[in-house]
């Protein structure tokens, strides 16, 4: 199996990913991580990954143009249908044990690492398969995350442990809650249109970029009423 991590920090995994489980099960090849630098998917010579929000506020949102760019390399080189594209967020739904079974009967597992205020709501809405979290708190980016759904599924993989770990995994069940992070609206950011291909258009809503503050406000509004 192929984890593929998009991150615009690739040597945060260096360490851990070199050590324990993860080292063994890799050097057996029975897992294989692909680090993908978003920065070399960019087009400008500043290598620009983030811009500001449409309508405002604060922090800056991670483009959609080099996730798009990034993913679609890694789905050239896989002509399966047992690969799956997750966004780490937030606002996703929480990843328990019964997602890592599921997960581990893929071929490929491709991770986006959000950072910032957010991702562009572009991302979530038509690119990945599903958005996911691994609890009911904030953390500075997708990395950590990343590393606990990697390793939860590896474990799973036949082989990857050893008799003792195997032992410990059999004594394992699965605890069920139904808490969800709430009240976070969609965000968006520059282009207000962007083309993957010459007969698809994803835009960004049009009261986003209309310049009256009273109506996005309201419309941010709705959307955090919907997610509750």
């Known amino acids: 199996m192929t984890f593929h991590i998009i991150t615009i920090f690739p040597h945060i995994f260096d360490s851990y990913l ?4 993860l080292s063994r099960a890799q050097k057996n090849n029975l ?26 506020g604060p922090g800056m949102v991670l483009k959609v143009e080099p996730i798009y760019k990034a993913i679609e390399q890694i789905k050239s080189k ?8 997750i966004l780490l967020s937030a606002k996703g ?30 991302v979530a809405k038509y690119i990945v398969d599903e958005e996911i979290s691994i609890g009911d708190y904030i953390l500075s980016g997708g990395e950590l ?7 939860a599924v590896s474990r799973l993989i036949p082989g990857v442990l050893g008799n003792i770990e ?3 995994e059999k004594r394992f069940k699965d605890l069920q809650n139904n808490l969800q992070i709430k009240g976070a609206y969609p965000v968006y950011t520059r282009p207000a249109v962007f083309n993957p291909q010459p007969n698809i258009k994803w835009s960004v ?9 009273k109506k996005i406000e309201q419309w941010r509004r709705r959307q955090m009423k919907n997610k509750s």
């Open 18 to 21: 070199k050590e324990g489980i």
């Open 31 to 56: 897992i294989k991580i692909n680090i993908l630098n978003l920065r070399d998917f960019t087009s400008d010579k500043h290598k620009t990954v983030d811009d500001k929000p449409f309508g405002g």
């Open 78 to 85: 896989k002509q399966t249908k047992k690969t799956k594209t």
């Open 93 to 122: 739904k929480k990843f328990n044990q019964k997602m890592a079974y599921k997960f581990s009967k893929l071929s490929d597992l491709i991770l986006i690492c959000g950072r910032y205020e957010g991702v562009d709501e572009r």
């Open 145 to 151: 995350p990343a590393l606990v759904i990697i390793e």
């Open 166 to 168: 195997s032992i410990e």
């Open 205 to 213: 809503p049009k009261t986003l970029i209309s310049g009256d503050h």
